[in-house]
């Protein structure tokens, strides 16, 4: 195993960045190339070490390597040189305190649980990268003025209770108590995991950030897609965040055996789902940020035999504005019902999440975008398709984030998603540009 102490070594240009600071602005290409990438990739791999299956990449929430995952971020954290915890969600939450009295508070963060056989930086990639910076400040004894808070959050991907941004909603003032009622595969509720660990509803709602101590909150992320690296582009600025609508539907028809019963005569619920997913197909391609998914189906207890009596599946759709995603969601709802009909067949359809479309700041955009062209790279904007932490501090605070090219044709939620040591490391440097200049 080979958790342990961090101990990064202080840069052989540290002294350039101490002069640096005096200066009235300072640039990501003034600090050392190379450290951070290195840095930060060591340290994925060593939290890649705890997982649910042996030889899979798998860390849902509060189970026993979700928990030592935080421990661990936790302690570097705390060996950086930053004040850290692990709160009542479960966020490892490192402060490196500004000397200014009063100062807010500036939120670096992303989330470190995983899908299912997921790849190590989807997440993870954000949280590694604001604690090497946060090192860095502490190491050259630079202080900002606000408070730099870098943040692990507990559960952003909902695998575990088919609900997202566990972890960022509490710290948001957002959380959603109704879903302390949400039951996990097992049968366990939220509510009662939770008071297992001794965590009692008030001490999550006393995560909550109120808006008035927060200077703003910033997210590095791989981009989970093609576009920066069909473009040659190692990193880009994220405009907006998607929103997102999600159902778990069921058909149920009527079963039967596969050599007596007449294809006129049949209920297969099998059969309907597969319409219906075709429908979504055709409705969610007249949009040019609109997308539809259906990740899940199944037909449980079935045989090759039998006729399909139930059909289970999930959709997912998404856009760019709450308008065109709302349109498509009312068009597929019509559909499923109308298929259901002509089919004789029920469909029972259970809305699990909405999540709206957000806008990134404009001032932190521009931010970031003068720090991405101090760097010596021409500002790139695009929408994210994907939810993030961020999305949960629109409204609360100015969001920002910076994408990171990906490799292997931009696949992300796999063993095979990869960025390199050069795009990681000049993220890094962007990051604490950003920091030092931002007023």
């Not at 936790?74 to 004040?83: E, F, H, K, P």
């Not at 539809?292 to 999930?314: D, H, R």
Request: charged share 20%; with cysteine; proline share 4%.
């Amino acid at each position: 195993m080979h958790g342990g102490v961090f101990k990064p070594a202080l840069p052989r240009r540290a002294h350039k960045t101490n002069r640096m600071l005096k200066d009235k602005t300072h640039t990501a290409s003034d600090l050392l190339t190379g450290y951070f990438g290195v840095k930060v990739l060591d340290l994925a791999h060593i939290l890649a070490q705890w997982s649910e299956q042996p030889d899979k990449l798998t860390c849902t929430y509060f189970s026993p390597p979700h928990k030592a995952v935080a421990a661990q971020l936790r302690d570097w954290m705390q060996a950086a040189g930053l004040v850290a915890e692990i709160d009542a969600i479960g966020n490892a939450t490192g402060r490196y305190a500004s000397s200014r009295a009063g100062a807010k508070a500036l939120i670096v963060g992303s989330h470190y649980d995983t899908v299912a056989d997921a790849g190590r930086f989807d997440g993870r990639l954000g949280v590694l990268t604001g604690l090497v910076v946060a090192e860095y400040l502490h190491r050259i004894g630079a202080r900002l003025p606000f408070h730099l808070d870098v943040i692990g959050f507990a559960e952003e991907e909902g695998v575990r209770f088919s609900e997202p941004y566990l972890g960022s909603a509490a710290v948001a003032g957002r959380f959603d108590e109704r879903i302390l009622q949400r039951s996990d595969a097992d049968g366990v509720t939220l509510a009662s995991l939770l008071q297992h660990d001794g965590v009692d509803l008030a001490a999550i709602r006393a995560l909550a950030r109120r808006p008035e101590t927060l200077r703003g909150y910033i997210e590095i992320h791989i981009e989970q897609g093609p576009v920066l690296l069909h473009r040659g582009v190692p990193v880009g600025i994220v405009s907006a965040i998607v929103g997102t609508g999600r159902f778990q539907v069921a058909i149920h028809g009527a079963a039967g055996h596969a050599g007596t019963v007449p294809m006129a005569l049949r209920r297969d619920a099998a059969a309907a789902a597969a319409e219906i997913v075709l429908a979504v197909e055709q409705r969610c391609a007249k949009g040019s940020t609109l997308v539809g998914t259906v990740g899940q189906l199944v037909v449980p207890g079935g045989a090759i035999n039998v006729i399909p009596g139930t059909c289970q599946f999930s959709i997912d759709i998404r856009a760019g504005d709450d308008a065109t995603r709302d349109a498509a969601v009312a068009d597929v709802l019509v559909a499923i019902e109308q298929i259901a009909e002509s089919r004789g067949v029920k469909a029972e359809i259970i809305e699990i999440g909405r999540h709206g479309a957000v806008r990134c700041a404009p001032p932190m955009q521009s931010a970031i975008a003068a720090a991405v062209s101090r760097a010596g790279i021409e500002p790139f904007h695009l929408a994210s398709g994907a939810g993030h932490d961020a999305a949960m501090f629109a409204g609360v605070t100015d969001i920002g984030m910076l994408f990171v090219r990906c490799g292997n044709g931009g696949i992300s939620h796999s063993p095979l998603e990869t960025v390199t040591e050069s795009d990681v490391d000049l993220a890094a440097r962007i990051l604490l540009d950003v920091l030092l200049n931002l007023d």
